[in-house]
């Protein structure tokens, strides 16, 4: 993956338009974060590498919003009822680490 710098300081590539490094993005942080709401996703790179990336608040709401318990995950599992899946534990004792 090419990348270069354009006209406004950005770092572009072919495959993400939305990639800066970290010196324009500290340069230019109210830019990264208007374009993080209007455009999406903006990768943060150094030395070419991807190092952060900055959205906008709705969707990191939206990401890492909560569905569901704990019990409702492992209810949901397509692991469960196998019969093959057959744990045993001693019953003479606690687990390890339960007091």
Do not use: C, Y
Request: glycine share 6%; net charge positive; aromatic share 6%.
């Amino acid at each position: 993956m090419t990348s270069m710098t354009n006209v406004t300081g950005r770092a572009t590539t072919s495959a993400d338009a939305d990639t800066w490094t970290v010196a324009t993005a500290k340069a230019h942080f109210s830019a990264v974060l208007a374009r993080a709401r209007t455009h999406g996703p903006q990768l943060i790179t150094r030395n070419g590498q991807a190092a952060a990336v900055i959205v906008a608040t709705e969707e990191w709401e939206r990401k890492t919003r909560r569905s569901g318990s704990l019990a409702d995950f492992f209810a949901a599992s397509p692991l469960r009822g196998v019969p093959e899946l057959v744990l045993d534990r001693r019953q003479d004792r606690p687990p390890e680490g339960v007091v």
